[in-house]
């Protein structure tokens, strides 16, 4: 499975890059399959304004999910890995769309996408930075890890696999063959995200996690 990213190393700052931007390039024929299974999954990070707060935030969207050849999800996580409080969660009646919406001034966005047992992964760190002479912040991204044509050798999203999802990630390898580790911060978060590939009709969260007081979120985060 092959796609038009062209960066294999970590730690590549390029905030106009549009793959950094909006999550793994696909061809038009893995978007239009995704749109044909009914699998939304919005990988683009927004800059809102809080008028409140008088700052400016990053919000993304938990959504995706799969069916049984196909599958492709988000999530965010904090600056250090950790699961991020929803600002408010999203019911649907299909599933495989948007589940959670969150807001911090520094997220980790984890993307990723299967076809059959071929994974694809992408982590990337995006934050706010002044400007001299710029009253609006602008948004800068990094890619922290870039794994391709991972495998996991059998159907995870099948009856008989469902006991062990959330506990595995594909293996990635260099192009020399050697294996390559998940970020350790990271990898929790990504073994909910390979559940979550695998996750038909998707309808719940995998990654972000419940308010826990009823205090405004957007104006103490």
């Keep these: 499975m092959k796609t038009n990213a062209q960066n294999h190393s970590y730690n590549q700052k390029a905030s106009s890059s549009p793959f950094l ?71 649907s009646i299909t599933g495989n769309g948007r589940h959670a919406v969150v807001v911090a001034p520094e997220l980790v966005r984890i993307d990723m996408f299967r076809i059959g047992r071929t994974y694809e992964l992408a982590i990337t760190r995006h934050l706010l930075e002044s400007e001299q002479g710029h009253a609006k912040p602008r948004m800068t991204s990094t890619l922290l890890f870039r794994g391709r044509d991972g495998t996991i050798s059998f159907d995870l999203w099948a009856p008989e696999s469902r006991s062990i999802r959330g506990t595995i990630t594909p293996s990635f390898y260099s192009e020399a ?33 419940a308010r826990s007081t009823p205090s405004n979120l957007l104006a103490s985060a």
């Design 21 to 91: 931007q909006y999550g793994i390039p696909l061809g038009r024929s893995a978007l239009r399959a995704l749109d044909k299974r009914g699998i939304y999954c919005q990988t683009s990070i927004s800059k809102e304004h809080q008028h409140l707060a008088k700052r400016y935030v990053l919000r993304g969207v938990e959504s995706g999910g799969a069916v049984s050849d196909m599958g492709r999800y988000c999530a965010y996580l904090d600056g250090d890995g950790a699961p991020i409080q929803w600002l408010q969660p999203i019911d």
């Design 177 to 209: 063959g050697e294996l390559r580790d998940i970020p350790h911060s990271f990898e929790a978060a990504v073994k909910n995200v390979t559940a979550a590939l695998n996750c038909l009709a998707c309808k719940h969260v995998h990654v972000a996690v």
